[in-house]
């Protein structure tokens, strides 16, 4: 066990079913993709999966030759193939070097990654990762790769890439697996390149919904431990049922709850569903949700939201949103996973009736007031999450949440006719400068 990983101290039973499916996947060298809706806790659930000391015990019994592999693409500054290999490299080197593995090993797989990065050739280094991969099957350890976050890479995957994975599964016989996390299934990420034929014989797509009640509070226990906080059950049950198992909508709503709590203020029930909702952060999220969404998936959930039934047509069009759990059936009626999500639906149309408005909201002024600071020179993106959300070690940031404020306020920038305007400056950040 990790002590350094919260995750690592969760119940052996935490998400047990989606566990219990990776794991038989994963024994029989499958490659899987996990899928939920964006920030619904699958990474929150790959660091159970790989540093809890019984996982293999439990859903690989038959399995003493697995070994995980984290490559997560949060880490990946620029969006690129080659960058991609280079991390995925370096990763395979620190999980090796952190292993009990013959000592002769650990040196020729680090030797073939200094190599490979003196040429910064991207053939050279996608060849080293092969014989580095190769190697480790041949003293019959079994890879798997966990590429967390592979949306991130969308814009940048071509049908050489994939051809690249396929590769090095050819290449090692079939011995390593590969895990996709993703907000969206391959071949609708990007469907250029992952046709739904093709990945039939390459990965298996499993569904992360949203935690249960049981694992909701799994997760809660975790932050009042860190934080020595002291919740009420009729709390505990507010955030719970507010947030439907989104492992978002409850991190946020206990951060809103300890900046309370340091303030001396301790809503109840409704009040507190109030508080969490008008929070800019909770809007911030639903939006991101929202976003992400296909037309199809949104006139479904506009039309639950209001009451209507809906065609079995519009629910094949739309079968992500049961897919995902973000739409369920309770008492025979159609339910949204989340009652903050289904507030956040119900202001659609009056925010479309009052899209006049030119006020910048807090955050909005935060960032703001930060690229004016520095007029006509880049502000980096790592500089906007740490000014405009100081509380990001706690929860993280997406870059969603950050190019969706910076949309807000260049769209009331021009709104207000002001001598400013916001200029992206590609992989790194922003300025403001004059018109």
């Not at 990776?22 to 929150?44: A, D, M, P, T, Y």
């Not at 809890?52 to 880490?75: A, C, Q, S, T, W």
């Amino acid at each position: 066990m990790d002590k350094h990983v919260i995750e690592a101290g969760y119940p052996l039973l935490f998400r047990e079913d989606t566990a219990k499916a990776l794991g038989e996947q994963l024994q029989h060298q499958h490659s899987v993709e996990l899928v939920g809706l964006k920030r619904v806790g699958i990474n929150n659930f790959i660091r159970f999966f790989l540093f809890h000391e019984d996982i293999k015990k439990k859903y690989m019994p038959h399995d003493g030759h697995h070994f995980f592999i984290l490559v997560d693409l949060n880490d990946l500054i620029e969006r690129e193939i080659f960058p991609f290999w280079r991390l995925a490299f370096k990763r395979i080197v620190d999980a090796v070097e952190a292993s009990d593995f013959d000592p002769t090993i650990k040196t020729k797989i680090s030797n073939l990654f200094v190599a490979s990065i003196q040429t910064g050739d991207l053939f050279l280094t996608y060849d080293g990762v092969r014989e580095a991969l190769s190697l480790l099957v041949t003293e019959n350890i079994y890879p798997t790769l966990f590429l967390t976050r592979f949306d991130r890479l969308r814009a940048s995957v071509t049908q050489e890439f994939f051809n690249n994975l396929r590769g090095l599964k050819d290449a090692t016989n079939g011995k390593i697996s590969y895990v996709f996390t993703s907000y969206r299934e391959l071949d609708a990420l990007v469907p250029s390149v992952f046709q739904r034929k093709n990945l039939s014989l390459f990965s298996t797509v499993l569904y992360v919904t949203p935690l249960s009640a049981k694992d909701s509070r799994t997760y809660i226990e975790s932050y009042i431990n860190k934080y020595k906080l002291s919740l009420k059950e009729e709390t505990i049950k507010t955030i719970v049922d507010s947030a439907g198992g989104h492992v978002q909508y409850l991190q946020l709503s206990l951060v809103i709850l300890h900046e309370l709590y340091q303030k001396d203020m301790y809503p109840e029930g409704k009040d507190l569903v109030d508080t969490i909702l008008v929070d800019e952060r909770i809007t911030l999220q639903s939006e991101e949700l929202w976003e992400n969404f296909t037309e199809d998936e949104k006139n479904v959930l506009m039309k639950i939201s209001i009451g209507k039934k809906i065609s079995e047509d519009e629910k094949e069009r739309a079968i992500y949103l049961w897919n995902t759990g973000c739409i369920h059936e309770a008492k025979g009626k159609l339910r949204i996973f989340s009652p903050l999500f289904a507030a956040f639906l119900e202001e659609q149309d009056k925010k479309a009736k009052d899209a006049n408005g030119v006020e910048f909201s807090k955050k909005e002024h935060m960032l703001f007031s930060l690229l004016q600071t520095k007029v006509n020179d880049i502000c980096e993106r790592e500089e906007i999450v740490e000014f405009v959300w100081p509380e990001y070690k706690e929860y993280g940031v997406s870059d969603w949440s950050v190019d969706r404020l910076v949309a807000r306020v260049r769209s009331k920038l021009k709104k207000q006719k002001g001598k400013y305007e916001i200029v992206t400056v590609r992989t790194r950040g922003y300025k403001l400068t004059s018109k």
